[in-house]
């Protein structure tokens, strides 16, 4: 596929919940409580999955993530101001996504770029940039 870019929107979420009942205890025992995503429209991961899978020739299936289509903004990380912690809630945040898919680590990953959002890592006193440069998850080979 050719690498451009597409305008979308993603909802704050805090602490995601890990499925249905609504906890946020992993199965290593850590938490999503120092965690934020941006949860995207799920057609974009539907459509993307099924790109990937014939551009492979259907050799290759993606599952859905966990979370959905989804930006991982904050990764286990306390921030340092707290004052601004959730002061995103709820709220949508305009984002550019790549048409250009990438497996890191079992996940099918397209780049995302988001300046508002590196802002507001700024503000809660972390990096601007997380460990793992903003990406959209669209599914997983798990």
């Keep these: 596929m050719s690498k451009g870019f597409f305008h979308t929107t993603g909802e704050c979420i805090f602490s995601p919940p890990l499925g249905s009942g609504g906890g946020i205890v992993r199965r290593d025992g ?3 409580e120092w965690w934020m995503i941006l949860l995207c429209d799920a057609e974009i991961g539907s459509y993307m999955r099924e790109m990937y899978r014939r551009a492979t020739h259907g050799v290759h299936k993606l599952n859905e993530p966990l979370w959905g289509t989804h930006v991982s ?10 004052e601004y912690w959730m002061s995103l809630e709820g709220k949508e945040v305009s984002l550019s996504y790549s048409n250009h898919i990438e497996l890191h680590a079992g996940y099918a990953v397209v780049e995302v770029r988001c300046d508002p959002i590196l802002d ?3 503000k809660l006193g972390l990096a601007r940039e997380p460990e793992w440069p903003l990406h959209m998850t669209i599914g997983n080979l798990k």
């Excluded at 903004?73 to 707290?82: A, K, L, Q």
């Design 73 to 82: 903004v904050i990764r286990d990380e306390r921030p340092s101001v707290m």
């Design 120 to 122: 507001y890592r700024e």
């Design 30 to 32: 850590r938490t999503t």
